[in-house]
């Protein structure tokens, strides 16, 4: 470890080389405060700039997210990724189910988009309700607890406020609780929001055998320092080599179970 000193030293120059557009000495200087904090991961601000923003005017998205905006803790870029990720899928069988509702921002967008596209699927909104289970020694900020400022009736108002009604909430830990309560059957998109290591590990693995070619993973928290462990579990999925893997600079980790190998 290195004297905090000389790591905001290190973190201040980093910082002017970047706003002076120096990035080969900020990569070199992001490098060298990750590995003397003995972090696996190095995380960057990434800079903003002008980009194509299709949900900018896009009716149908902005008429549920101008609601569920003030429901999620996810930023329009994200959400609007899930809406089209839904769209996208059209032709593939199969309930969606999404795992960190919370107060049901990002659930009922992907519940609208459903509706839209595949009014006979059910989606599964599946949380405690109280708060973030399953935090351990590879996550960086969560310590259990979390995101407990919520209910049931919160995120079925939310529903009913947008006129959804392909949704069932499930409450208590997935799969632990409540797996046994998803009925069985192909599921075609989940989205994985739970911020810690051991909680999105279990989910994957329950959900797993369920995910049908072609069919897609959603990890809201892959892209941030907050969220470590989950960064640390979707690259050891990458390795398997069983999944496509789309890194979205927004945040977003997207896999896309491959078909099985024919030989
Ligand atoms: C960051 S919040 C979800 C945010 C939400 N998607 C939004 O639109 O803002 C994370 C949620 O994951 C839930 N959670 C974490 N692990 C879980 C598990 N295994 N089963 C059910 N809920 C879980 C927590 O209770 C918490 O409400």
New binding site residues.
Partial sequence: MIHPTIRRVVRRIRQLAKRAGHWRLRWVLTNFDAQHQGVEYAYETITRHRAYAPWANDKDFFAVYKI?RL????GVER?YELWDLIHNLSSLKGAVI??????????AILASALARTRPTETIYL?????????AGRHDSLYRGG???D?SIAHVSGLLKSLSVSNAVLVE???????GSQIPPGPISLC?I????YE??R??VAWVDDRVPPGGILVF??YGFSSCVGVTRLVNEIRETGRWFSIYNLNGHAVLIKRPPDPG
């Fill in positions: 569920a429901h999620t803790l996810v959400c999404e795992v960190g509702v919370w107060r049901g921002g990002t659930g599946c949380d405690t309700f109280r708060g973030v289970p399953k979390e995101h407990s919520t208590g830990v997935l799969p632990d609780q409540t989205h929001d739970v911020d810690v909680s999105a279990d989910i809201d928290d």
